[in-house]
Nanobody, 115 residues
């Protein structure tokens, strides 16, 4: 199990940017494919971006070209740079192993896109 703590969410206007961080415990983080998930009210949790231990990335069509996932294995930290945010990006964002969230879910970080 990897312990996960997300941060960096907030309220932002449409078109704005945010950078999310996920601090993970344990060196096992370095060999895992990790992902960012989000869950909007009344909707199922969805995987929006993932990154392999070697740095290969994959994105959901809804965020492709706007979001960038990255990782710093030396710091056991996962990032999600979100640009050109839209109201439909409003959700609680979580990090976990991908494509299945095999670790315990953290508390997530709320992202609200609104004018």
């Amino acid at each position: 199990q990897v312990q996960l703590v997300e941060s960096g969410g907030g309220l932002v206007q449409p078109g704005g940017s945010l950078r999310l961080s996920c601090a993970a415990s344990g060196s096992i983080f370095q060999i895992l494919t990790m992902g960012w998930y989000r869950q909007a009210p009344g909707k199922q949790r969805e995987l929006v971006a993932s990154i392999t231990r070697g740095g290969s990335t994959n994105y959901a069509d809804s965020v492709k070209g706007r979001f960038t996932i990255s990782r710093d294995n030396a710091k056991n930290t996962l990032y999600l740079q979100m640009n050109s945010l839209k109201p439909e990006d409003t959700a609680v964002y979580y990090c976990n192993t991908a494509p299945i969230g095999a670790s315990s879910w953290g508390q997530g970080t709320q992202v609200t896109v609104s004018s």
